[in-house]
């Protein structure tokens, strides 16, 4: 029998022997950790582990985000080139 974690029970299976989600798709290596995010080891449900409800709404938030910046980075960098070439 395994020990209690510290993460909230799964939503799905009410077990408590989550793990932490080390890296994904989404956020690469920081996301899961910015959002407590964590994979049910019974189920194979992820979730917020601090919270026991899903992550899906942070996930889609933190994806605009990172976009948004990296538009403006490439953006403020092309107008650069624009601004260094007329002169």
């Known amino acids: 029998m395994q020990t209690p ?5 799964c939503p799905q299976c009410k077990q408590s022997n989550a793990k932490p989600v080390t890296y994904t798709w989404w956020g690469g ?4 950790r910015m959002m407590s995010h ?4 019974n189920c194979n449900t992820q979730y917020n582990g601090k919270t026991g409800k899903s992550n899906t709404q942070s996930i ?3 994806n605009l985000v990172v976009f948004v910046l ?7 960098l ?10």
């Not at 290596?29 to 899961?32: D, E, R, T």
């Not at 964590?38 to 080891?41: T, Y």
């Not at 990296?70 to 403020?76: P, Q, R, S």
């Open 70 to 76: 990296a538009f403006c980075v490439c953006g403020g």
């Open 29 to 32: 290596a920081i996301g899961p």
């Open 78 to 87: 092309a107008a650069v080139n624009v601004l260094l070439q007329n002169q």
């Open 5 to 9: 974690t510290q993460y909230a029970p």
């Open 60 to 62: 889609i938030i933190y």
């Open 38 to 41: 964590v994979k049910c080891q």
